[in-house]
């Protein structure tokens, strides 16, 4: 909870920036918007994940763009967005699938770069705070199916990343977006000694709209 406040604090501290250092006048006033759109998330793959495969979710929240130069602006956000994997795998005989469904509020603060007014180029970092982790198990074969508690006690609730991306306006609101996010933390609580760790990943597409 102290690193979420952390996070939202760091996305009030950037609009409080903005407010102060952008006239209302300004050519390029601060813009709000919301977002949302596609997770195609994995985890980073050690031996017990040979067999994952990526996971379909979604992201979706509301962001700020803060222009501090002709043509850079640092963009915060506020998202809740899926993560997880899924995985085939046999035991005695029986196929199973599973899906891993790590859900978090992520906060991005994006630096972004315009070559023309309309697309831009965008890096910086994510911090993510862990709300639900539950996996979903299916005994194929029989057609059996369970799903776990909310286990997210077990995990690293605070998750970070960085964000690589690019997006395109069509019109002076309307635009889209694409960002591949890398994870830096290991999402296990425990790691055993010598085990690798296990990171999400996740690539985003999506639609953009500003207030203007």
Known sequence: MKKLILGLAVTASSLAFAQQTTPTTSSNPVTFGVKGGMNVSSLSKDETLDDQKSKIGFNAGVFANIPVAESFSVQPEVLYSQYGSKADYTVLGNKYSSSTKLDYIAVPVMFQYNFIPNLYVEAGPEFGFMVSAKNKIKNETNGNSSTSDNYKDDLKTFNFGIGLGAGYYFTDNF??????????????????????????????????YKFK
């Open 175 to 208: 635009g889209i977006t694409a960002r591949y996010v890398a994870g830096l933390t290991d999402v296990a609580k425990d790691r055993p000694n010598g085990s690798d760790a296990t990171r999400n990943n996740t690539f985003q597409v999506g639609l953009a």
